[in-house]
């Protein structure tokens, strides 16, 4: 049976403090080298009081070797002038008979004796200090992962902005209700996707932009459930987006061999299927890229069956469109979403008619 570390009478045990510190950091987040480095500075300006205020006081703490040391480093001298600062020679020699060879001697304090002291006069330091880290760590955190998808939990709805605050991680950040999915309806304990889109430093701390409407999503939610896409077989090159309605996405593969709409859709539609789900229903309409403007073009305003694409101008790109009669509305859509979406796609402004040049009603 292992016997307990046996602690000498004027020494202290730290685990305790170590332990704590460690405790602290899985659940706040916080590094545990930053709370000690503020319990050290809160020590040194307590301790600095017994010594008139002069700088000789030092506090070292180690949390990987679990060392805490405080010290005051004297000057030795012959005779004693100032006794914050200066020992004589046959005290220092007491306590380290180098002392008079070094010309200094440190006299080691305990931690213990400032404790209190350091709770009440360096507590809001501390707390500051604190707030300055829980800050940065936010900071960090957010920041390594701008333009990425991470899974948050809704903590609460504010019923008068509608606006979600969400806890991703050790941070709690706000989804705000323009960012949301219109019609979504969000309760505390959902579960939900959301897109990094920036993350800026300001005085308040970290402000970190979310959404579930950005087009950015659609690709990232994309990239997690195609594996051709994430390896690079498959490239996304580019997504247009009305949230919560409609998505087209254009996807190329440089490989003859691969089918790059089948594998976004995936066996009997699983792929596709998850992310409309975790859209809440919104429609998305895959389509293969392609570098002839006529082709592609064609392709952006599937469902519809395009007859013919004439270039009006290179610069701005504009291009006329020829749709079977029947398929006009299909290929405008409600609103003229199908064709928005189809220009914002492909880059050129698409005006469609008629095969038979009358639009009826």
């Keep these: 049976m292992a016997r307990a570390k046996k602690v000498k009478k004027d020494e202290v045990n730290y685990a305790e403090f170590f332990e704590a510190l460690k405790l602290m950091e899985e659940e706040r987040g916080i590094p545990k080298e930053f709370i000690a480095e503020k319990i050290a500075d809160a020590i040194v300006v307590a301790a600095r009081k017994d010594f008139g205020g002069n700088e000789i006081v030092t506090c070292k703490i180690d949390v990987e ?155 990232r939610l994309f990239e997690t459930e195609v594996p051709e896409i994430f390896d690079g077989t498959i490239e996304i090159k580019s997504v247009s987006r009305q949230a919560g309605s409609r998505t087209k996405i254009a996807v190329y593969s440089a490989n003859p061999e691969i089918d790059p709409i089948g594998a976004c859709i995936g066996p009997r539609g699983e792929r596709v299927n998850k992310i409309v789900e975790e859209l809440a229903g919104e429609k998305i309409d ?32 504009a291009c006329k469109v020829k749709v079977p009669d029947a398929q006009l509305s299909l290929a405008i859509g409600n609103k003229g979403q199908n064709v928005r979406l189809a220009a914002k796609l492909t880059g050129w402004k698409i005006d469609i008619h008629p095969e038979s040049g009358y639009y009826g009603e």
Excluded: C, W
């Design 65 to 219: 070797k679990e060392i805490f040391v405080v010290t005051a480093r004297k000057t030795v001298v012959d005779e004693v002038m100032d006794p914050y600062t200066e020992i004589s020679k046959e005290d220092a020699a007491l306590i380290d008979t180098n002392s008079i060879e070094n010309g200094f001697v440190d006299i080691k304090l305990d931690p213990r004796k400032f404790g209190r002291v350091v709770a009440q006069n360096s507590k809001n330091n501390f707390r500051q200090g604190v707030r300055e880290a829980e800050r940065g760590h936010t900071l960090a955190e957010f920041q390594s992962h701008t333009r990425e998808l991470l899974t948050a939990v809704v903590q609460k709805i504010d019923p008068k902005t509608g606006n979600a605050i969400l806890t991703i991680g050790h941070s709690d950040a706000t989804l705000p209700k323009a960012e949301q999915v219109p019609d979504e309806v969000l309760k505390e304990g959902d579960h939900i996707k959301v897109y990094i889109v920036d993350v800026k430093e300001t005085e308040r701390g970290a402000r970190v932009m979310l959404s579930r409407t950005h087009p950015g999503l659609v690709k």
């Design 286 to 317: 895959i389509v293969k890229y392609s570098e002839d403007p006529v082709a592609f073009v064609s392709e952006a305003l599937s469902p519809a069956k395009v007859t013919s694409v004439e270039i009006l101008s290179e610069e701005p790109k």
